[in-house]
C-alpha cells in the first residue's frame, strides 16, 4: 500500500496476571497481528502474521512511520481495520471454487498459460494469481482512500469528535 510502518509489542506484563484471569483481558490486542499480515504473493504465509512473534497476547502497540511522517490514532485504527476487515471480506470474492476436473477453469490473465502435468502445481500456480489479483484489486491506496472516508464519516457521525478532522495517512 506504499506507507512504511514499524509495528513492535511494546511494554511488560506479568504471566501470572495473564494465568489468573480469563482472555480477552487488556493484553489481548490482536488488531495490530492484521498489519503484519504477509502481503507477497509468492510467500506461503500469504495473508498471516508471524504466530510465534504475534499470538492473542500482544499488549500495547507502539505503530510509527519509518519515512518519519506523523501517523495518528486515528490513522492506525483505519488501517488496523483495513488489514482486517475490509481483508476478510473481499478476500472471499478472489477466491474462486476449483474443481481440478473443470477444463474451463480459468483466472483473468492465464488463458495462454499451459498445463502442468501436477495438480500440485496447477493450484500453487493458480493461488498465486488470485493472491496477485487480490493485492492488485483491493489492497491499494485508492481502496484504502474510500475505506477510510466511510469509517471517518461513521465516526463522525455516531459522535467521535476525535475523527472529524482526521485525514488519511497518504495525505501527510
Given amino acids: 500500500m506504499g506507507i512504511p510502518l514499524l509495528v513492535r509489542k511494546h511494554g511488560f506484563f506479568r504471566m501470572s496476571w495473564l494465568q489468573s484471569h480469563e482472555i480477552p483481558g487488556p493484553f ?23 504466530l510465534v512473534e504475534w499470538d492473542k497476547i500482544i499488549g500495547t502497540v507502539l505503530v510509527v512511520r519509518q519515512d518519519k511522517k506523523p501517523i495518528t490514532a486515528q490513522q492506525v485504527e483505519a488501517l488496523c ?13 478472489t477466491l474462486p471454487a476449483y474443481d481440478p476436473d473443470d477444463d474451463e477453469y480459468k483466472l483473468s490473465g492465464d488463458e495462454n498459460e499451459e498445463r502442468d502435468n501436477s495438480d500440485k502445481d496447477v493450484i ?13 484489486n483491493h489492497i491499494n491506496q485508492e481502496k484504502f ?22 485525514v488519511s495517512p497518504y495525505t501527510v
Fill in 81 to 93: 481495520l483495513f488489514c482486517c476487515d475490509y481483508w476478510a471480506e473481499h478476500i472471499e470474492e
Fill in 124 to 136: 500453487e500456480k493458480r493461488v498465486k494469481l488470485v493472491h496477485k489479483e487480490f493485492i492488485r
Fill in 28 to 50: 489481548s490486542n490482536c488488531t495490530p497481528i492484521f498489519l503484519n499480515r504477509a502481503c507477497d504473493p509468492d510467500d506461503s504465509g500469504f495473508g498471516f502474521a508471524n
Fill in 145 to 166: 482512500e474510500e475505506f477510510f472516508e466511510q469509517m471517518k464519516q461513521k465516526n463522525v457521525q455516531e459522535g467521535d469528535t476525535a475523527w472529524a478532522d482526521a
